[in-house]
């Protein structure tokens, strides 16, 4: 299991993700629920721990919160706290601050993340790293489903 823990702020990246923008016609549920989706396979094919942190006020049925154990932790900010707050504030409390990254657009939230010693990430650039990680998952999932002649399989376990 990696130790690197990724702490995303939710929305920032929703909106900067144009795979998830063309969802703009559907509710912010909706939205929500499938960057997540992606998100927990982006963590159980890289390793990392992911956390995934939304404003509270914006959602009008917050979900409960869902641990780790679903491939990704989503924690919504209580009232009167963003995103952003929850963000700085679990940088500030870690112990190994080296071994976050932050991934937001907004370029005050990276400066004091990175100011504490996490390192960041633009929303954009982790959108090219998600995907190639998917595509990773992907391929092997196509090469463990392809089917074997038996033939094939007793040559393999002759050699």
Request: net charge positive; aromatic share 6%.
């Amino acid at each position: 299991m990696s130790t690197r823990w990724v702490l995303v702020d939710g929305y920032s990246v929703l909106h900067a993700w144009p795979k998830l923008c063309k969802l703009a016609g559907r509710s912010l549920e909706q939205q929500r629920d499938a960057l997540v989706r992606v998100l927990r396979q982006y963590a159980d094919q890289s390793g990392a721990h992911l956390t995934v942190v939304f404003d509270g006020y914006r959602a009008k049925h917050k979900p409960e919160p869902v641990g780790a154990a679903a491939g990704a932790e989503v924690v919504f900010s209580e009232a009167g706290k963003t995103a952003d707050d929850v963000i700085e504030r679990l940088v500030a409390q870690a112990e190994r601050r080296e071994n976050i990254l932050v991934v937001t657009s907004d370029n005050m939230v990276r400066r004091t993340v990175e100011s504490l010693g996490a390192r960041s990430m633009s929303s954009e650039i982790f959108d090219a790293e998600v995907e190639a990680a998917l595509k990773d998952l992907a391929k092997a999932v196509r090469a463990h489903s392809r089917p074997r002649r038996i033939g094939s399989l007793r040559e393999d376990l002759e050699r």
